[in-house]
């Protein structure tokens, strides 16, 4: 995608920065230490593609997760908040378009403390975050939590932390080729139910960046054990006919899994069409989280009985099991609202907290920064999300950027989102070996 640019930093903020200390010392004392922070409110955005005519409220349950953790803290018992302030989440909408991910990033550092739950597709010029100027006139950069990064600028912006962190070592990224890291729990544990997987990929070929994105999940399948029958790209707006050549595919070569990386609405045309050209062979079914959504099952119905979706947390049926998930259920209202974009941004919400909780411990209700934001996050190793004990994810490398390979594996069976594996509900199984290094030479352009 066509790359934005952001204007350079005058010499005058240069000098500043370089005379300023990062850590914000001078405003530390102050209820208004940082820009979106006041004496009573600290103020985050949430930045996601929700309103666009190509996918309406395509990323809406990221909006709404940040919006249930807002609702979940205030609402604690002694007044709530972090650091003595109520949280104010400010919902700024990228609707699919770089300039206005980037738009959104220049309002949100002006306005916010931090952004949590980034969940935009364009965002390829992150430098309006990594270049932000802070309240004491040093560009520290705008702190941002994000759920979903396809753009290599936001994979290996210094200053996002994703809790569930990108395929891409970063440190690779000019390399040919380079390195990823691919998730295979789920593979591993579909080859001891079906020794003979074979299969088709389907690729959403709408951006570089996502089927950049993609391909490191079927190289990592690959390695895992599954024989690559077919690959396709297939625009994610396509129509049920023109998934015929995938399914004829899968027929021709009696294959016995299939992968969607595209949405759910992709996917239920795909199993439409399987239906209709007589696809009898496939016994894996497997689709991207973004399946983990009630629509699947509302519009796809006896279509998709059976398809298997994998989670990264704990699943949102087991509410009553785990209070973390209660929590993110409850405050989104209900089970119907809830789908896994919006679980992970309501855990990447619940990491902002942690890092804020930190910085108040070490100094003080009036000591938040976002130059102590940014290093307390990178001393963060083993966060899991957990609400009164209970975690919505598994120990997660945070500040090392690193890949979690804890999961859980759903599947459709009589309308419903059923956990398979592991059984026990609550559980995640966070096997040493559910990751694998693959190399791929990418075209991953300017960076």
């Known amino acids: 995608m066509k790359r934005s640019l952001w204007a ?19 405003a530390q004392d102050s209820p208004d230490s940082e820009i979106g922070v006041t004496a009573d ?43 003595g302030r109520k949280v104010q989440v400010d919902f700024i909408d990228s609707r699919l378009s770089p300039d206005e991910a980037r738009s959104a990033l220049v309002r949100a550092c002006e306005e916010n403390f931090a952004i949590v739950g980034t969940t935009a597709l364009f965002l390829s010029n992150i430098e309006p975050a990594v270049g932000c100027v802070d309240k004491a006139g040093a560009a520290t950069g705008l ?10 600028a936001h994979q290996c912006s210094p200053v996002s932390f994703p809790i569930i962190a990108g395929a891409l070592d970063c440190t690779t990224k000019d390399d040919h080729p ?25 690729i959403p070929r709408d951006l570089k960046s996502t089927i950049n994105a993609t391909l490191p999940i079927i190289a990592g399948a690959e390695k895992a054990g599954v024989e690559n029958d077919d690959q396709f790209q297939v625009s994610g707006l396509a129509t049920q006919p023109e998934y015929t050549p995938v399914a004829q595919s899968l027929k021709q070569n009696n294959s016995t899994y299939f992968y969607n990386g595209s949405d759910y609405k992709a996917n239920v045309n795909l199993r439409r069409e399987a239906k209709i050209q007589g696809v009898t062979s496939v016994e894996v079914w497997d689709c991207s989280l973004a399946c983990y ?7 796809g119905g006896a279509d998709v009985e059976g398809q298997f979706i994998n989670v990264f947390f704990v699943p949102l049926e087991e509410a ?4 973390a998930v209660n929590a993110y259920v409850k ?9 896994g974009f919006g679980a992970q941004a309501f855990a990447a919400s619940l990491f902002f907290r942690d890092v804020v909780n930190n910085i108040v411990e070490a100094h003080g209700e009036n000591g938040i920064t976002r130059a102590r934001f940014l290093e307390e996050a990178a001393e963060i190793h083993d966060f899991d999300a957990s609400v009164d004990g209970d975690a919505l994810i598994g120990p997660t490398d945070v500040g090392g950027r690193k890949v979690n390979g804890c999961f859980a594996t759903m599947q459709i069976r009589d309308g419903e989102f059923v956990r398979v594996f592991p059984k026990k509900k609550g559980t995640l199984n966070c096997d040493r070996k559910n990751t694998v290094k693959v190399e791929l030479d990418l075209d991953l352009g300017s960076t």
């Open 8 to 26: 350079i930093v005058s010499a005058a903020l240069v000098m500043g920065a370089a005379l300023v200390p990062n850590t914000g010392a001078g």
């Open 41 to 83: 409110t600290i103020r985050i955005a949430v930045i996601a593609d929700v309103d666009n005519a190509i996918r309406p409220g395509l990323f809406k349950g990221s909006r709404d997760g940040v919006q249930a953790f807002e609702k979940y803290i205030n609402s604690k018992a002694g007044g709530g908040g972090l650091a």
């Open 143 to 152: 702190p941002d939590v994000p759920i979903l990064q396809t753009e290599v």
């Open 178 to 202: 380079q390195t990823y890291t691919a998730r295979v729990g789920q593979i591993r544990y579909q080859k001891k139910q079906v020794k003979d997987l074979h299969g088709s990929f389907v």
């Open 293 to 299: 959504d009630v629509r699947t099952l509302e519009e």
């Open 320 to 323: 009553k099991q785990n209070k």
């Open 331 to 339: 405050n989104v209202g209900g089970r119907d609202n809830a789908d």
